[in-house]
């Protein structure tokens, strides 16, 4: 988004193609969309055959609930084969129409790399936190990737590289960055990370509060309301206000809260990182980036099937964060470890740091400027 606004303030005429629900998004930040692909749980749902989500009594399941080795057998087809085919069919008519001097397409979206290449358009990687390496993961996506890519007949016309051989815009910080990426081929442009979030307003209770403030959030996509809960719980025993963020718990299922902790479906972010004091997260991409650059110590909650295991601990690297694994995760143990991150000035002078950094990494608007050299 921030690399699209950049882009239409300079000029370029932007065309941007998403899955219909983030339309409404875009044209809010006046931007023009495309409809193209899935979204990513219907892409899962493709790849169960239409059943990957309900009960034995036809009921919908929540992906927590999935078992991780089912959940990741998945993944694999849905990134490897399900989005990337949606994607690139969805965008040859478009391509051929418009005829874009550039496509940016998205690190975990090589569907639109591929028909890029098809229409002989030159393409740019555009990264979305850090690059990590599964061993047992990433070469079964990478094999059904290079699959469809056989499929759609544009196989020979690709690189062997995670960016299909096409220059990559990098938005994460090198002190998080994963130092085997880093050390590669790839030709890297480093961009700042942006935090982009749809504008909104908080509670009064949470902007005009007095003491520190404590931002829980646990993503999109997955999250359950006892992992919600027991977090909140470790919380209460600290003099901190709380603001949580719950777009996949329906709130009431948290049960009664004191007037301190304050829940909201849907919270925009960016803002409520100007009023934290610290975040408790799922380590995200996303989330994890925006937190660095506000400069924000964390306290990481990683849930297995996600890239959250590695961004916390690329986090606690960095000593701008603490960790706690699913397995760990109590309410004493949130508390014990939030107790820490607040106390320790440790954390908030690496996360400062860290912030720095980001800061002093090129613009968006650097990377526009840069255009006709990938055109070329």
Not at 67 to 88: I, Q, Y
Not at 232 to 260: K, M, N, W, Y
Not at 272 to 289: D, I, K, N, S, Y
Request: glycine share 10%; hydrophobic share 45%; net charge negative.
């Amino acid at each position: 988004m921030p690399l699209a606004q950049a882009a239409q303030e300079a000029g370029h005429e932007v065309w941007f193609a998403t899955s219909e629900p983030f339309h409404p998004i875009l044209e809010k930040a006046g931007l023009r969309p495309l409809t193209a692909g899935l979204t990513v749980p219907e892409a899962f749902i493709e790849a169960a055959g239409g059943q990957a989500f309900l009960d034995a009594n036809g009921g919908a399941v929540q992906a927590s609930d999935v078992p991780p080795e089912v959940l990741a057998g998945l993944a694999v087809k849905a990134f490897g084969s399900v989005l990337p085919r949606s994607v690139a069919a969805d965008l040859a008519p478009v391509l051929d129409s418009v005829r874009p001097d550039l496509v940016v397409y998205e690190i975990l979206n090589p569907g639109a790399a591929f028909a890029a290449v098809a229409a002989g358009v030159p393409a740019v990687c555009h990264g979305i936190g850090r690059v990590s390496y599964d061993d047992t993961m990433d070469p079964l996506v990478q094999q059904e990737l290079y699959a469809t890519a056989s499929d759609l007949g544009v196989a020979g016309k690709i690189g062997q590289s995670r960016t299909l051989g096409n220059p990559y815009l990098d938005i994460c910080p090198p002190a998080v960055q994963n130092q085997d990426f880093l050390a590669s081929d790839v030709q890297r442009i480093p961009q700042r990370s942006v935090p982009f979030a749809e504008p909104g307003e908080l509670p009064a209770r949470v902007t005009e509060g007095e003491g520190p403030l404590v931002y829980l959030s646990l993503g999109t996509v997955l999250g359950s309301a006892e992992l919600l809960r027991t977090a909140i719980d470790g919380l209460l025993p600290l003099d901190v206000r709380v603001l949580v963020a719950s777009p996949v718990v329906d709130p009431a299922a948290l049960g009664e809260l004191p007037d301190r902790v304050v829940v909201l479906p849907w919270v925009p972010q960016a803002e409520a990182l100007r009023h934290a004091t610290a975040v408790v997260h799922h380590g995200g991409a996303g989330t994890t980036l925006a937190v660095l650059a506000a400069g924000l110590p964390a306290l990481i909650l990683p849930q297995p099937g996600d890239d959250g295991p590695d961004n916390a601990a690329a986090v606690r690297a960095t000593g701008a964060g603490r960790v706690l694994p699913a397995p760990e995760v109590s309410a004493e143990a949130v508390e014990a470890e939030m107790r820490a991150l607040l106390g320790d000035g440790a954390h908030q002078e690496a996360a400062r740091r860290v912030a720095r950094e980001m800061a002093a990494m090129p613009e968006p608007a650097e990377t526009v400027a840069r255009f006709p050299e990938f055109v070329r």
